[in-house]
């Protein structure tokens, strides 16, 4: 009876191939002004679940099987940037995020004594 989990459990493996195996893709981010490191980017590969967030150091690591693939890179108040990469990848990308130039507009919530109703100015 054990060699029918041994084919149940490795089959499977064997037939999906090379591509089932996990690559390893290392970067870091940093600011393109002052190259600060960027503590917190979101480091996704696009149209995928794949995706990670940067250490305080900027550096992240991130596995996906082989493939080609678009990276995203993105942090609030800089502007994303997307590079084209094929995994296995060898060297470690450089990521330089910019500011975005957009600002947010002020917003002011105040309460009466009567309630819990919010009023918006803007």
Do not use: W
């Not at 090379?18 to 893709?25: D, E, M, T």
């Not at 290392?26 to 590969?45: E, N, Y």
């Not at 991130?62 to 502007?79: C, H, I």
């Amino acid at each position: 009876m054990k060699p029918y989990y041994l084919i149940l459990f490795i089959l499977p493996g064997l037939l999906q191939g090379p591509r089932a195996i996990a690559q390893s893709l290392a970067g870091t981010v940093r600011h393109a002004a002052d190259k600060r490191p960027v503590a917190g980017a979101s480091i996704t590969l696009a149209g995928t679940a794949y995706g990670t967030l940067s250490r305080a150091d900027g550096h992240y690591r991130l596995n996906a099987p082989a493939g080609d693939y678009t990276l995203r890179v993105s942090f609030v108040g800089m502007q994303t940037a997307e590079q084209t990469i094929r995994l296995p990848l060898r060297d470690t990308l450089l990521t330089e995020l910019s500011p975005s130039g957009h600002t947010l507009s002020e917003v002011t919530i105040s309460t009466d004594q009567r309630g819990d109703r919010f009023c918006r100015d803007a």
